[in-house]
T-cell receptor, first 107, second 114 residues
């Protein structure tokens, strides 16, 4: 599995877009990029994944650079309930969870 | 929410005793996983299953065994619990044949070994 690098923490104002970056420069051609989040003491929650193309669902958008070495998760209108640890993963056989980014959404 | 339950939700046990944690799903998904989560280590894969009676080891499998005799249940056993196995244990399931990494997690079991 490719190693991913994320900032340890980020802040966002409620109602604004939250843009969470992830670096995965060693990703191989068949490895997907996945995003999960974990709200305090709950199990992780799947958000979105992609291979090459940008993806959007009801929760978020995923922007993957053309060289696939980095990606950005976008929460278009962050709410207080989006405060969580966000994990970026890249893999094919099994997923490896790193330490993620603690996103704090404030009023 | 995916139909995943874990039991027990909390357990305190003594060193050296056997412990079995149960993960039950109502989604008929093929893949099931056990993870542990500890401060400073994030989530780490213990074992996983890709079908009834088909299991494999993950990153931190020493001291753990698993069994899956039917699709809906995946059991994690600590044969002789140690204090280093104090952790929060999460079960996850996945059903996509071509995309098994879209995983759905249970609520977790907090295990304390004294």
């Amino acid at each position: 599995d490719a190693k991913t690098t994320q900032p340890p923490s980020m802040d966002c104002a409620e109602g604004r877009a939250a843009n969470l970056p992830c670096n995965h420069s060693t990703i191989s051609g068949n490895e997907y990029v996945y995003w999960y989040r974990q709200i305090h003491s709950q199990g992780p929650q799947y958000i979105i994944h992609g291979l090459k193309n940008n993806e959007t669902n009801e929760m978020a958008s995923l922007i993957i650079t053309e060289d696939r070495k980095s990606s950005t998760l976008i929460l278009p209108h962050a709410t207080l309930r989006d405060t969580a640890v966000y994990y970026c993963l890249a893999g094919y056989s099994t997923l490896t969870f790193g330490k993620g980014t603690m996103l704090l959404v404030s009023p | 929410d995916a139909g995943i339950t874990q039991s027990p939700r909390h357990k305190v046990t003594e060193t050296g005793t056997p412990v079995t944690l149960r993960c039950h799903q109502t989604e008929n998904h093929r893949y099931m996983y056990w993870y542990r989560q500890d401060p400073g280590h994030g989530l780490r894969l213990i074992h996983y299953s890709y079908g009834v009676k088909d299991t494999d080891k993950g990153e931190v499998s020493d001291g753990y065994s698993v069994s899956r005799s039917k699709t809906e249940d995946f059991l994690l056993t600590l044969e002789s619990a140690t204090s280093s196995q104090t952790s929060v244990y999460f079960c996850a399931i996945s059903g996509a044949e071509t995309d098994p990494y879209e995983q759905y997690f249970g609520p977790g079991t907090r295990l304390t070994v004294t």
